[in-house]
Nanobody
Framework: QVQLVESGGGLVQPGGSLRLSCAAS????????MAWYRQAPGKQRELAAR???????AYADSVNGRFTISRDNAANTVYLQMISLKPEDTAVYSC????????????WGQGTQVTVSL
């Protein structure tokens, strides 16, 4: 059974930092393209950051330079380091694993709330 468990969300003031974690079981994060998506109230879910099996990274323009995605294969965990947080970063952040191979395998975590407010 595959599980992606996010943690690290919470309430933070503008300009603050948070680090989200996505702990995986049932799959190896080293063999999946891993990503963080976010969904703000009343908005569509959007890709925030992605790390490929080869280690390449990509970011949404709105978070580029402030967010960093990384992967710890030994811990089987993916992280999202967020700095200089803004109120518009408020959203539910969800971890996604995409196999990317000929067989479709795609998994989601339950999400963690990030609220940026005074």
């Amino acid at each position: 059974q595959v599980q992606l468990v996010e943690s690290g969300g919470g309430l933070v003031q503008p300009g603050g930092s948070l680090r989200l974690s996505c702990a995986a079981s049932g799959i190896l994060v080293s063999r999946y393209h891993m990503a963080w998506y976010r969904q703000a109230p009343g908005k569509q879910r959007e890709l925030a950051a992605r790390i490929t099996i080869g280690g390449g990274t990509a970011y949404a323009d709105s978070v580029n330079g402030r967010f960093t995605i990384s992967r710890d294969n030994a811990a089987n965990t993916v992280y999202l380091q967020m700095i200089s947080l803004k109120p518009e970063d408020t959203a539910v952040y969800s971890c996604n694993a995409d196999y990317g191979g000929p067989i479709y395998r795609n998994y989601w975590g339950q999400g963690t709330q990030v609220t940026v407010s005074l």
